[in-house]
């Protein structure tokens, strides 16, 4: 079985041959993992990598456990996105007010050293944010581009006081700097400090700038202004649904959906369930975006969010 490995995959690769320590190796190992198809076809090159990344850890010297855990955090929850912004533009403040972390907060610059995952509630599941040091040229940690890449988003923070768009485009030239593509990536701006005087007028000039290319959201993460309408825009940015499954005669489960991409059909809905029902699949009742309620749906119907199914094999 081949391997077809997406083209990410490749880019990670370059990135391990021009690595220049044993760490900054681990990491884009870790990437090239990360991104590889789980399937037959990778079994004997997840192995090798996994050989290599055992070798190197090998040959280095004990590190804490702060500087291992910022190479690679594994995703947790429905959807894993990356908080970034240039220095005392609010991101440790915002992922503190809307996730269970707890960053450091003060009013001055450089205060986040490392990376910190945190979960953030929405409804019926949780989304992990993960805050990270500001994005200056010269202070960029080796482990963090991989991250970026890895993330299902990116919230971009500016302050809404301080040129904004300015800011906006330091951190998009940053990120391109970066092998990280906002035509590819999907991204949400967040303009933080709403509540700070003649902040009304840079918002409305930065949502003009950007509408047509990403979303852009206005908060006070310090006045707690505008988080649930930043947590919708959050779910919507990473591009997933929630459907529910029932068995006839039983009411459905609302409290654990299956979490799908938008387009996903119903046929993988049903191998995420099992990895056998996709190809066993006959056909589904269906609940929300039939024409009628317990319709019966083909496998190749597309799901919408709220979904509720009834699997038959």
Excluded: C
Aim: net charge neutral.
């Amino acid at each position: 079985m081949p391997a077809n490995l997406p083209p990410q995959y490749f880019e990670a690769e370059k990135t391990y041959r021009s690595a220049k320590n044993p760490m900054e190796k681990i990491a884009a190992l870790e990437e090239m993992l990360a991104i590889m198809p789980k399937h037959k076809g990778t079994d004997h090159l997840r192995a090798e990598l996994r050989g290599r990344i055992a070798k190197l850890n090998q040959v280095l010297e004990k590190k804490s456990a702060t500087q291992r855990a910022s190479m690679v955090i594994e995703k947790e929850g429905a959807a894993q996105v990356v908080v970034i912004g240039l220095p005392n533009a609010g991101k440790s403040q915002i992922v503190s007010s809307i996730t269970n972390a707890s960053p450091s907060i003060a009013e001055y610059p450089f205060t986040t050293g490392s990376a910190t995952p945190g979960m953030m509630e929405f409804e019926n599941i949780q989304i992990q944010l993960i805050d990270t040091p500001p994005l200056v040229a010269q202070s960029i940690e080796w482990w963090l581009p991989p991250i970026l890449r890895r993330a299902d988003a990116l919230l971009i923070v500016v302050d809404l006081s301080d040129a904004p768009i300015s800011q906006a485009e330091a951190i998009i030239t940053q990120l391109e700097n970066m092998r990280v593509q906002l035509g590819e990536k999907k991204a949400l701006i967040i303009g933080n400090k709403i509540d700070l005087e003649n902040t009304s007028d840079n918002y409305l000039v930065l949502k003009n700038k950007y509408k047509e290319q990403l979303s852009v959201v206005a908060i006070s993460a310090k006045e707690g202004i505008g988080l649930e309408e930043l947590k919708h825009e959050i779910y919507q940015v990473v591009g997933i649904i929630r459907v529910y499954t029932k068995t006839p005669g039983q009411k459905p489960g609302f409290s654990d959906p299956i979490i799908l991409e938008k387009g996903s059909r119903l046929e993988d809905a049903a191998a995420s369930v099992h990895k056998d029902f996709g190809a066993k699949l006959k056909y589904a009742r269906l609940w929300g975006s039939g024409k009628h309620d317990g319709i019966m749906a083909k496998r190749d119907h597309i799901l919408q969010d709220g979904d509720v199914i009834e699997l038959h094999l």
